[in-house]
């Protein structure tokens, strides 16, 4: 079963991002309300993918990426966000991130992002 470490500062938004995790398989989800928090969970369990907001309190999206990608290197991160600019993708990319998901999604376009990652 993969084990799913999901961040996003929204309750909102984490429930509907599990909905659609829930609908395509996967149910072994921790959440995070920030980078912070995120971090310290990722650093006392092992997660096969992590999936975080990009604009969050105490630390970012882009700054939870560079600082997982100091320890590991292999884990499939996936940015889902609004921001959607090239030069931001490309920040994304450059700090490790292993694909991006522009919000509004369904669970198909998920499910599919998933597969290309091997999860």
Do not use: H
């Not at 992590?50 to 991160?77: A, Y």
């Amino acid at each position: 079963m993969t084990k799913v470490l999901l961040a996003d500062d929204s309750s909102t938004m984490r429930k509907i991002i599990l909905r659609s995790l829930n609908a395509v398989g996967y149910s072994d989800v921790t959440e995070a309300a920030d980078g912070e928090e995120a971090l310290q969970v990722f650093g006392q369990e092992q997660f096969d993918l992590v999936l975080t907001d990009w604009n969050m309190p105490k630390k970012t999206g882009l700054e939870l990426i560079r600082d997982i990608r100091q320890s590991n290197t292999t884990v499939p991160i996936i940015m889902i966000t609004t921001e959607a600019e090239k030069t931001r993708v490309l920040e994304a990319v450059q700090a490790g991130v292993s694909d991006y998901l522009v919000k509004p999604f369904d669970a198909e376009t998920l499910r599919a992002k998933l597969e290309k990652q091997g999860c």
